[in-house]
């Protein structure tokens, strides 16, 4: 289609290039984002289309379409560009100048109005937090009991408030117990990461969540903080920077139990009997650049046979979560997880594992869908297993 010079406001593009750096004036069209993108296997979504229209100030055209609610924010195109075009920080402002224009995904709309009245995603009263460690009885609420915990394990929504995940985190809690760690949390009080609205371009309620987050973190009496869900630790640790200083040290879970492992306060000698591949998480790995420590926790679980996917570590398939997409578009989430499942079948595992709240929740609707006869086990529960009681 033919573009009209009406059509092209290029205050627009100065704008982007104002608020988030001009990266993207960058883009030449060479098509190496769209080849590897996971998005753009199961729709028309094309990530270099969108910065040529970004570059074009071509706004109407990216509100009127759904381009940009496509994206899973998985940052492989970022990683991949041979121009350092920072693609993704591209995509989240268009979404929030989407939304400023009156021009959000509809989709959205239960997912925000419950994070603006139940500080979740999920339409779950406050209370239902503290459903999942309820028959634990070595969990500090430290909300109530500052500094009475020798870490704070953030939990996040998606662990929180599915059932399907508790196993995960309360593996979380067995394990740090085996190691003499005292767990404490935030109860009722814990409030989401702000992630997932500040992806679907709502950056005014994340700041919002993200202060009060702030001040929760840093009056809970601990120095470190440890998170199962690589997407709220990619939040936390980087999106919040600019909003306020967090005191505590901020780990994921698979990096704190691989440091007990290495310095020998935790002890694995159960074996499990499990041929198992692990999936990268987009937002631990490629935003985190977490690689290593949850290969090395698998290789010293006895009973592991480890086998590796053709694509890996920063190369890794999005499983198809994140950046929204699981809520606009299930479908295409479930296909993408299908996708990779099919890819963890060739290995000839058993077991697929993850170290991540989103891939553990949409690889599971995958198998589902897709008939598959692999397993789904979070590394957590995996270590869990290998514990003798």
């Not at 984002?33 to 706004?59: D, E, F, H, I």
């Not at 496509?70 to 939304?99: F, H, M, Q, Y």
């Not at 079948?345 to 709240?357: K, N, Q, R, V």
Request: charged share 30%; proline share 4%; net charge neutral.
């Amino acid at each position: 289609m033919a573009i009209k010079q009406d059509e092209m406001d290029l205050e627009f593009s100065k704008k982007l290039a104002k608020e988030i750096g001009d990266s993207f004036q960058k883009c030449f069209q060479c098509g190496t984002c769209t080849a590897r993108c996971p998005a753009g296997n199961v729709s028309q979504y094309r990530v270099r289309k969108l910065m040529r229209m970004a570059q074009l100030g071509l706004k109407e055209r990216i509100f009127d379409s759904d381009e940009i609610w496509n994206c899973t924010t998985c940052s492989t195109c970022k990683i991949l560009c041979p121009w350092g075009v920072d693609t993704v920080s591209t995509i989240l402002r268009l979404r929030a100048e989407a939304v400023d224009a009156g021009h959000e995904n509809k989709k959205h709309d239960p997912l925000v109005k419950s994070l603006q009245s139940y500080d979740n995603p999920w339409l779950q009263p406050r209370s239902a937090r503290r459903k999942w460690y309820k028959k634990l009885d070595n969990v500090v609420d430290l909300s109530k009991k500052p500094g009475e915990a020798d870490v704070l394990y953030y939990v996040g929504c998606t662990a929180t408030f599915d059932p399907r995940l508790w196993n995960m985190a309360q593996s979380v809690v067995k394990v740090l117990a085996k190691a003499g760690i005292t767990v404490g949390v935030l109860g009722k009080e814990e409030k989401c990461c702000g992630g997932t609205v500040r992806g679907v371009g709502h950056p005014d309620i994340f700041e919002g969540l993200a202060k009060r987050n702030i001040e929760d973190f840093n009056n809970s009496g601990v120095d470190t903080i440890i998170f199962s869900c690589p997407g709220c630790l990619n939040t936390v640790m980087n999106a919040y920077k600019d909003i306020g200083e967090i005191k505590p040290r901020m780990v994921h879970v698979v990096e704190y139990v691989a440091e007990l492992l290495e310095k020998g306060k935790l002890k694995l000698d159960k074996d499990v009997g499990r041929i198992i591949t692990y999936h990268d998480p987009c937002h631990l790995g490629k935003h985190c650049e977490v690689f290593d420590p949850p290969r090395d926790i698998l290789k010293a679980i006895p009973g592991v046979e480890f086998k590796e996917m053709d694509f890996i570590r920063e190369n890794s398939w999005c499983c198809g979560a994140g950046g929204g997409v699981k809520t606009a578009y299930p479908d295409r989430a479930t296909e993408l997880a299908s996708n990779r499942l099919k890819e963890a079948e060739d290995t000839g595992a058993d077991t697929i594992t993850s170290a991540c709240s989103f891939c553990y929740q949409n690889l599971l609707d995958g198998i589902k869908q897709s008939d598959s006869k692999l397993e789904m086990k979070d590394i957590m529960e995996i270590v869990a297993e290998a514990i003798e009681e």
